[in-house]
Nanobody, 125 residues
């Protein structure tokens, strides 16, 4: 079992920045793929970014490429999402997720087995 707890969400003006954190505990491993997803009211959950520590790779949704950066500190079992140049359309509940099964970069929710409870990000113009 892996437990994931997100933090760092909040209210920010368009153009501003936030850094989300996801603390992992339990049966963690550097071979896991870790990801961020988001879900806005009335919309489906969408992929944001993923990282594969052991393979040192990252992938981003086109909508956030160049603005968001996913990173992690495996020694601290913490995943981060640095979000810059935020837009109102970035407003959503952000979830971190872990995939023990995938050896690589997974961009679909069904590849992930463990999810956090989410943290709200609201961007106002």
């Amino acid at each position: 079992q892996v437990q994931l707890v997100e933090s760092g969400g909040g209210l920010v003006q368009a153009g501003g920045s936030l850094r989300l954190s996801c603390a992992a505990s339990g049966r963690t491993s550097s071979s896991y793929t870790m990801g961020w997803f988001r879900q806005a009211p009335g919309k489906e959950r969408e992929f944001v970014a993923a990282i594969w520590w052991i393979g040192v790779g990252t992938v981003y949704a086109d909508s956030v490429k160049g603005r968001f950066t996913i990173s992690g500190d495996y020694a601290k079992n913490t995943l981060y999402l640095q979000m810059n140049s935020l837009k109102p359309e970035d407003s959503a509940v952000y979830y971190c997720a872990a995939s023990p099964r995938i050896r690589g970069l997974a961009t679909t929710g069904d590849a992930y087995d463990y999810w956090g409870q989410g943290t709200q990000v609201t961007v106002y113009s």
